[in-house]
Nanobody, 124 residues
Framework: QVQLVESGGGLVQAGDSLRLSCAAS????????WGWFRQAPGKEREFVAV????????NYADSVKGRFTISRDNAKNTVYLQMTSLKDEDTAVYFC?????????????????WGQGTQVTVSS
């Protein structure tokens, strides 16, 4: 049974940093591209970042580029999202997701496994 468990969310002030973690089990972690998505209240879920299976190729939404960093630790079956210079508009539930295609795109339908999400709230 595949399980993805996000952690690290919370309430922070604008300008602060947070690191989200997503621990995976029940699948061969290294064989997947891993993505982070988020859903703000009243909005559709949107792409945030992705890291390919090779661990070297990443892609980010324009809104987070230069502030967020995605990384992975295959030994720990964990993918991370380091978030800095947080803004009010970063408030959302953040989800990690696994893409078996290796490529890793900003396309939600490519992802076959999803976590339950972790809430990030940024106050100004």
């Amino acid at each position: 049974q595949v399980q993805l468990v996000e952690s690290g969310g919370g309430l922070v002030q604008a300008g602060d940093s947070l690191r989200l973690s997503c621990a995976a089990s029940g699948l061969t972690f290294s064989m997947y591209a891993w993505g982070w998505f988020r859903q703000a209240p009243g909005k559709e879920r949107e792409f945030v970042a992705v890291i390919r299976y090779n661990g070297r190729t990443t892609n980010y939404a324009d809104s987070v580029k230069g502030r967020f960093t995605i990384s992975r630790d295959n030994a720990k079956n964990t993918v991370y999202l380091q978030m800095t210079s947080l803004k009010d508009e970063d408030t959302a539930v953040y989800f990690c997701a696994a893409d078996p295609s290796y490529v890793g795109r900003a396309v939600e339908r490519d992802y076959v496994y999803w976590g339950q999400g972790t809430q990030v709230t940024v106050s100004s």
